[in-house]
C-alpha cells in the first residue's frame, strides 16, 4: 500500500499592490480615528488547505483559488 | 424562435425573473439549465442571471465558472453564440477569462440599489444592435461587487478594440475604472453588463429600457 505524504498548507491571499482595498481603508480610518497614526492597512485571506505535492498545491491555488488579475498569494 | 438558455447555479437569484422575460414578455423558447449540465448545443444564446453563485464564496463569480456549466459556456462561445452575463453573470464570465477584467468590491465598500443613467458605447454587439449610439438609457444597478478593474496596459486595448458596451453617465456609482459598465468580448458575441435590463422591462416596473437589450438579442 503506498501511503501519498499529505501535507497541510496556508495559502495567503493579499489583493494586489496599487488595487484600492475599501474594507482595509476603512479599518485605517477607524484606527487613526482611535488615535493610532497608520499608513496603510490590507485586508486579506487565508486559505488552510490539503495537498499531497507542493505541484499540486501550486496548480489549486493558481488555476482555482486566485485571481491573478487581482490578487497575489504566498504560502507558508 | 430562438431558443434561450437561462443558467441556474446554487445562490442565483434573478434567474426567475430573467426566465419570465424571455418567455413571457418576449415570448421566446425559455428553458432554465442548471450548473451541472454540459450540453449546449439545443441553445442559441445563454444569459448568466444575476444573484449570489455560491454564496459569493472565494470572490463573487470564482466558484461558478470552475462547474461544467461554465466549461461548456467557453466552448459554445467560442462557436459565435450568444452570451449575456448580467451582474453576478457578468462577475462569472470575468472569472472565466471570456470577457476582459475583474469586478472588485465598490469603492465606497457599499451594496448600491440604484437607478442609473447608462450610456451606450457599442452598439455591434449581439445585445445593443438594437440601440442607437451614445444613447442614454436608465437601468438599476444593485450590487456590492461592481468596480471595474483591468491593468493599464488591458484597459488600453479594451479601449481602442471598443469593447467598453455600457458607460455609467454622469455620477460613476462604484469607482469603475473609465466609468466602465459592461464590456465585450473582441468578437462581440459575449456581453456582460452590471445593470439589470431584466428588472426594467415592463411599464408596471416603471420602464422599458431593458426592452431595448433583449430585442437587440432576438432582432
Redesign the interface.
Known amino acids: 500500500m503506498i501511503y501519498n505524504k499529505i501535507m497541510k498548507k496556508r495559502v495567503i491571499i493579499m489583493p494586489k499592490e496599487g488595487?484600492?482595498d475599501?474594507?482595509g481603508?476603512?479599518l485605517k480610518d477607524v484606527l487613526n480615528e482611535a488615535g493610532f497614526d497608520i499608513k496603510d492597512v490590507r485586508i486579506g485571506k487565508i486559505v488552510e488547505i490539503e495537498a499531497d505535492s507542493l505541484e499540486n498545491l501550486q496548480k489549486m491555488v493558481e488555476d482555482?483559488?486566485i485571481?491573478p488579475?487581482?490578487e497575489d498569494y504566498e504560502v507558508l | 424562435m430562438m431558443k434561450i438558455g437561462i443558467c441556474v447555479f446554487p445562490g442565483s437569484n434573478c434567474d426567475y425573473d430573467t426566465y419570465y422575460i424571455v418567455k413571457d414578455i418576449l415570448q421566446e423558447d425559455a428553458e432554465l439549465i442548471d450548473y451541472t449540465v454540459r450540453d449546449l448545443e439545443r441553445f442559441d444564446a445563454v444569459i448568466l442571471p444575476g444573484g449570489f453563485s455560491f454564496g459569493d464564496y472565494l470572490r463573487p463569480g470564482a466558484l461558478a465558472s470552475k462547474t461544467p456549466l461554465a466549461e461548456a459556456i467557453v466552448n459554445f462561445a467560442a462557436k459565435g453564440r450568444y452570451v449575456l452575463g448580467i451582474c453576478n453573470g457578468f462577475q462569472i464570465l470575468t472569472e472565466l477569462k471570456l470577457l476582459p477584467g475583474a469586478l472588485l468590491p465598490n469603492e465606497n465598500d457599499r451594496f448600491i440599489c440604484k437607478r442609473v443613467n447608462i450610456s451606450v458605447e457599442n452598439i455591434s454587439t449581439a445585445f445593443t444592435k438594437e440601440l442607437e449610439e451614445k444613447e442614454t438609457i436608465v437601468l438599476p444597478i444593485a450590487h456590492h461587487d461592481g468596480r471595474f478593474y483591468a491593468p493599464e496596459d488591458v484597459l488600453e486595448e479594451i479601449e481602442k478594440n471598443n469593447q467598453v458596451v455600457f458607460r455609467y453617465e454622469g455620477e460613476n456609482p462604484n469607482g469603475s475604472l473609465n466609468s466602465i459598465a459592461g464590456v465585450c468580448n473582441k468578437t462581440g458575441n459575449v456581453v456582460g453588463m452590471m445593470p439589470h435590463p431584466e428588472r426594467i422591462s415592463e411599464d408596471i416596473l416603471g420602464g422599458l429600457d431593458g426592452l431595448k437589450i433583449w430585442h437587440s438579442l432576438i432582432a
Open positions: 488595487i484600492l475599501p474594507q481603508r476603512a482555482y483559488i485571481n488579475l487581482i
